[in-house]
Nanobody, 122 residues
Framework: QVHLVESGGGLVQAGGSLRLSCAAS?????MSWFRQAPGQERDFVAA????????VYADSVKGRFTISRDNAKNTAYLQMNSLRPEDTAVYYC??????????????????WGQGTRVTVSS
């Protein structure tokens, strides 16, 4: 059983930064971040493969967010800079224990974190 534990959310002013962390209890193939604002669908944010470190980003966060991983700690990070009010959401990390398909499709993930709230004030 793979467990994902998230941390790092909070309240920040527009233009500020936050870093989210997601620790996995076992080795995984890829990890991603999704976010869900109230009344909205869960949207893809960024993904990283564990072996090669390949990254994929949603257009809305390119140039502002950076996903990285520490293989030794089995932890992924999402560095969020230049935050905007529209980034406000609950952020979820998700893992594929093996390649299951497109990283941007939440249906392809078999493990999820508990979610951490990010609020960006204007």
């Amino acid at each position: 059983q793979v467990h994902l534990v998230e941390s790092g959310g909070g309240l920040v002013q527009a233009g500020g930064s936050l870093r989210l962390s997601c620790a996995a209890s076992f080795s995984i193939y890829a990890m991603s971040w999704f976010r869900q604002a109230p009344g909205q669908e869960r949207d893809f944010v960024a993904a990283i493969t564990w072996g090669g470190g390949r990254t994929v980003y949603a257009d809305s966060v390119k140039g502002r967010f950076t996903i990285s991983r520490d293989n030794a700690k089995n932890t992924a990070y999402l560095q969020m800079n230049s935050l905007r009010p529209e980034d406000t959401a609950v952020y979820y990390c998700a893992a594929q224990s093996y390649y299951r398909g497109s990283y941007s499709d939440h249906l392809n993930y078999n493990y999820w974190g508990q979610g951490t709230r990010v609020t960006v004030s204007s």
